[in-house]
């Protein structure tokens, strides 16, 4: 008797040898890598009869025929559900997407469920969105798959709003009414007639600059509003850099980068003296005439403190400061009350009548204001008309 004969395995290693294996099922939109497949089917497993329910999941294809071969039918009419042996890794514009739940809704898909659950009709639904209702379906099992329960109860092939799609409801009609007002208040702060400007500038132009600049431009242009802030330049120019303020007037420029500078007018400074003062019958005077004075001056932060410490290291005067102020008003009250001199621009409607204002010869002794804005940041149409209007009317300073 022969002995049995046992042959080895045999490796598979062409093409013809390859149709004797098993094969792998295949789907549409197959690469030559399996994890590129927008399906890959699993390996069949036995699993307790608790756990073998099928998962309520859709493909976001709004190809038809790519959809139609993805789409497994549930029980209920019009609702896709996929086994939870398969897996869709399709996005709504058929592009391959990693998996997982967390689909965010659109604001389309939002409309679509008023209108359905409006009509409780898919076919009358879809003529009124002028969708086909294979789309509208797929729409409503996504917006059914994110909320995470059945909105509508079908009955006799027909829906019926329950009481989880009645809460639904209520916030997607509330939801598109805040997207359509909050739409409308951006296009209404765009109108380049009818918006509103974020305007900052000096606490030094207040009194005589910008209400005159606002009140010519708003001759021309009434409709335009304003929401205006005031303050030292530093505050100024950080609102504009975190986009509190569309621009700002300030002085001096800016330092640093990021920002945008278009100069406007120049502003002589003075000395202010109080009357009666050794210096205040002069025409001018340098800064080193009143060396020895007490000064009334800004805090280290504000522009025109800036422009001052200059003067003083050109004149080589260390300062006896009394008092910081935060405003230029209260540095010429001050300065009438006799605690010492200040250096201010050269008011433009005379001043304290209680101090005197000398001009200043120096070289240096001048402040240039000037516009700004962000540089990376678009300005608004009303925001660019203003400022082209302060740019041609940089005569009337």
Same mark, same amino acid.
């Given at each position: 008797?022969?002995?049995?004969?046992?042959?080895? /395995?045999?490796?598979?290693?062409?093409? @013809?040898?390859?149709?004797?294996?098993?094969? =792998?099922?295949?789907?549409?939109?197959?690469?030559?890598?399996?994890?590129? $497949?927008?399906? &890959?089917?699993?390996?069949?497993?036995?699993? /307790?009869?608790?756990?073998?329910?099928?998962?309520?999941?859709?493909?976001?294809?709004?190809?038809?025929?790519? *959809?139609?071969?993805?789409?497994?039918?549930?029980?209920?009419?019009?609702?896709?559900?996929?086994?939870?042996?398969?897996?869709?890794?399709?996005?709504?514009?058929?592009?391959?997407?990693?998996?997982?739940?967390?689909?965010?809704?659109?604001?389309?898909?939002?409309?679509?469920?008023?209108?359905? *659950?409006?009509?409780?009709?898919?076919?009358?639904?879809?003529?009124?969105?002028?969708?086909? =209702? !294979?789309?509208?379906?797929?729409?409503? *099992?996504?917006?059914?798959? =994110?909320?995470?329960? /059945?909105?509508?109860?079908?009955? +006799?092939?027909?829906?019926?709003? +329950?009481?989880?799609?009645?809460?639904?409801?209520?916030?997607?009609?509330? %939801?598109?009414?805040?997207?359509? @007002?909050? &739409?409308?208040?951006?296009?209404?702060?765009?109108?380049?007639?009818?918006?509103?400007?974020?305007?900052?500038?000096?606490?030094?132009?207040? +009194? $005589?600059?910008?209400?005159?600049?606002?009140?010519?431009?708003?001759?021309?242009?009434?409709?335009?509003?304003?929401?205006?802030?005031?303050?030292?330049?530093?505050?100024? &120019?950080?609102?504009?850099?975190? %986009?509190?303020?569309?621009?700002?007037?300030?002085?001096?420029?800016?330092?640093?980068?990021?920002? #945008? $500078?278009?100069?406007?007018?120049?502003?002589?400074?003075?000395?202010?003296?109080?009357?009666?003062?050794?210096?205040? @019958?002069?025409?001018?005077?340098?800064?080193? *005439?009143?060396?020895?004075?007490?000064? #009334?001056?800004?805090?280290?932060?504000?522009?025109?403190?800036?422009?001052?410490?200059?003067?003083?290291?050109?004149?080589?005067?260390?300062?006896?400061? #009394?008092?910081?102020?935060?405003?230029?008003?209260?540095?010429?009250?001050? #300065?009438?009350?006799?605690?010492?001199?200040?250096?201010? !621009?050269?008011?433009?409607? %005379? %001043?304290? &009548?209680?101090?005197?204002?000398?001009?200043?010869?120096?070289?240096?002794?001048?402040?240039?204001?000037?516009?700004?804005?962000?540089?990376?940041?678009?300005?608004?149409? /009303?925001?660019?008309?203003?400022?082209?209007?302060?740019?041609?009317?940089?005569?009337?300073?």
């Amino acid at each position: 008797m022969q002995p049995l004969k046992i042959a080895s /395995p045999k490796r598979i290693s062409s093409a @013809s040898d390859a149709r004797v294996a098993p094969k =792998q099922t295949r789907w549409p939109h197959a690469t030559s890598s399996g994890l590129d $497949w927008p399906f &890959t089917r699993k390996p069949r497993e036995k699993k /307790p009869a608790a756990s073998s329910r099928r998962r309520s999941h859709v493909c976001d294809s709004d190809d038809d025929e790519v *959809a139609e071969r993805h789409v497994i039918e549930g029980a209920s009419r019009g609702r896709h559900v996929f086994s939870s042996r398969w897996r869709c890794r399709c996005d709504s514009h058929g592009q391959f997407i990693s998996g997982g739940y967390g689909r965010a809704v659109h604001l389309e898909e939002l409309h679509w469920f008023i209108v359905l *659950a409006e009509t409780e009709h898919v076919t009358d639904a879809a003529a009124e969105l002028g969708v086909s =209702q !294979p789309t509208l379906s797929r729409a409503l *099992a996504r917006f059914e798959d =994110q909320a995470g329960t /059945p909105l509508f109860d079908r009955v +006799n092939r027909r829906l019926r709003l +329950n009481a989880y799609g009645q809460i639904m409801l209520e916030h997607a009609r509330r %939801g598109l009414a805040e997207m359509h @007002s909050a &739409t409308e208040r951006i296009a209404a702060l765009r109108d380049p007639d009818t918006g509103r400007v974020r305007l900052a500038f000096l606490h030094s132009l207040a +009194n $005589w600059y910008v209400p005159e600049q606002l009140r010519r431009f708003r001759n021309s242009v009434p409709a335009i509003g304003f929401d205006l802030f005031q303050g030292p330049a530093h505050e100024i &120019t950080e609102r504009v850099r975190c %986009g509190q303020a569309d621009i700002a007037i300030t002085a001096p420029r800016p330092e640093g980068s990021g920002l #945008v $500078w278009r100069r406007l007018y120049v502003e002589q400074l003075c000395l202010a003296v109080p009357r009666g003062h050794r210096l205040a @019958s002069r025409a001018r005077v340098r800064l080193s *005439a009143a060396a020895e004075e007490p000064f #009334v001056a800004l805090g280290d932060q504000f522009g025109l403190r800036q422009l001052t410490n200059e003067l003083w290291a050109e004149e080589n005067i260390d300062p006896d400061i #009394v008092f910081e102020a935060a405003e230029i008003p209260t540095m010429e009250g001050l #300065v009438a009350a006799g605690f010492g001199v200040a250096v201010v !621009p050269v008011p433009r409607d %005379g %001043g304290d &009548t209680k101090t005197v204002h000398v001009p200043l010869s120096n070289a240096g002794a001048k402040r240039e204001v000037g516009l700004v804005w962000a540089e990376d940041r678009a300005v608004s149409p /009303p925001a660019e008309r203003f400022a082209r209007f302060l740019r041609t009317h940089v005569d009337d300073a």
